[in-house]
């Protein structure tokens, strides 16, 4: 069974930045897919950024060239650092993890989800 734990969102301007950062425990495979999806209220959840134990990344066109998404495999750790937010990133963010080299909803391990809110 896997925990993932969040940390990090909070109350920020428009332009400004905020990391996320996403603690996994418990057992599962080395090979693994951890990800951020994130949910406006009404709204689907949605990929944001996802990277694989080998450290291929892949973004969602909405948050390219602002947000970056990197991993700890020693500290089995995923980060998302957010640049130029903007009030329309607001939303909860999850942080996912699936074994192999995708990520999804439907078989994803989940966190908690953080609260991320940009203002305008």
């Known amino acids: 069974q896997v925990q993932l734990v969040e940390s990090g969102g909070g109350l920020v301007q428009a332009g400004g930045s905020l990391r996320l950062s996403c603690a996994a425990s418990?057992?599962?495979?080395?090979?693994?897919?951890m990800g951020w999806y994130r949910q406006a209220p009404g709204k689907q959840r949605v990929l944001v950024a996802a990277?694989?134990?080998?450290?291929?990344?892949n973004y969602a066109d909405s948050v390219k060239g602002r947000f970056t998404i990197s991993r700890d495999n020693a500290k089995n750790t995923v980060y998302l650092q957010m640049n130029s937010l903007k009030p329309e990133d607001t939303a909860v963010y999850y942080c996912?993890?699936?074994?192999?080299?995708?990520?999804?909803?439907?078989?994803?391990?989940w966190g908690q989800g953080t609260q991320v809110t940009v203002s305008s």
């Open positions: 990277i694989s134990s080998g450290g291929s990344t």
């Open positions: 418990g057992t599962f495979f080395s090979i693994n897919t």
């Open positions: 996912a993890l699936q074994e192999g080299w995708t990520v999804t909803v439907a078989d994803s391990s």
